[in-house]
Nanobody, 120 residues
């Protein structure tokens, strides 16, 4: 079994920072692209940032210059450093990863989500 577990969410004032982590565990052979999504109340889930296993990144326009995605392949962990947070960043943040298991089957896995709340 493969599992993704997020951590690092919480309540922060506007202008503050948070760092999210997403750790993959289980019968993992390799991890390809990893992504952060978020979903605010009453809105659709949206892609925030993505990173390939080679380290290439891309970001939603709304977070460019404020958020940084990174990964530690040795630890099977992805991070999202969020700076200059705004109230509109408030959402549940989910990690997503394309993982090839030891069985060589590949699936897209999701974490359980972590709440980020930015107060004005």
């Amino acid at each position: 079994q493969v599992q993704l577990v997020e951590s690092g969410g919480g309540l922060v004032q506007a202008g503050g920072s948070l760092r999210l982590s997403c750790a993959a565990s289980g019968s993992i052979f390799s991890i390809n692209a990893m992504r952060w999504y978020r979903q605010a109340p009453g809105k659709q889930r949206e892609l925030v940032a993505a990173i390939t296993n080679g380290g290439r990144t891309n970001y939603a326009d709304s977070v460019k210059g404020r958020f940084t995605i990174s990964r530690d392949n040795a630890k099977n962990t992805m991070y999202l450093q969020m700076n200059s947070l705004k109230p509109e960043d408030t959402a549940v943040y989910y990690c997503n990863a394309e993982i090839q298991a030891l069985s060589r089957q590949s699936y897209a896995y999701w974490g359980q989500g972590t709440q980020v709340t930015v107060s004005s």
